[in-house]
Nanobody
Framework: QVQLVESGGGLVQTGGSLRLSCAVS????????MGWFRQASGKEREFVAT????????YYQDSVKGRFTISRDNAKNTVYLEMNRVKPEDTAVYYC???????????????WGQGTQVTVSS
């Protein structure tokens, strides 16, 4: 079993930056691909970004391409989401997720964190 805990959320102004972190614990020997998802109030949860086990394969939702960067440090068992030039529409609860595969994907995740709130003020 893998446990995920997000941190780094908060209030940020439009155009600002924020870095989310996801600490991975439990069966850290399990090679999992990781992803970030978000859910805005009253909306369904949506895919944001994904990264494979080695970190060499990454995919992003179109609306965050060029602004957000996903990365991972396997030595520290941590995954990051660097958010730059944020917009009010980025406001959501952000979730870290892991899937039992070394390959990145937009769906098929078995492990989920509790989420961290990101609020972008206009």
């Amino acid at each position: 079993q893998v446990q995920l805990v997000e941190s780094g959320g908060g209030l940020v102004q439009t155009g600002g930056s924020l870095r989310l972190s996801c600490a991975v614990s439990g069966r850290t020997s399990e090679r999992v691909a990781m992803g970030w998802f978000r859910q805005a109030s009253g909306k369904e949860r949506e895919f944001v970004a994904t990264i494979n086990w080695s970190g060499g394969e990454k995919y992003y939702q179109d609306s965050v391409k060029g602004r957000f960067t996903i990365s991972r440090d396997n030595a520290k068992n941590t995954v990051y989401l660097e958010m730059n030039r944020v917009k009010p529409e980025d406001t959501a609860v952000y979730y870290c997720a892991g899937r039992k595969s070394t390959h990145a994907a937009v769906q098929g995740y078995e492990y989920w964190g509790q989420g961290t709130q990101v609020t972008v003020s206009s």
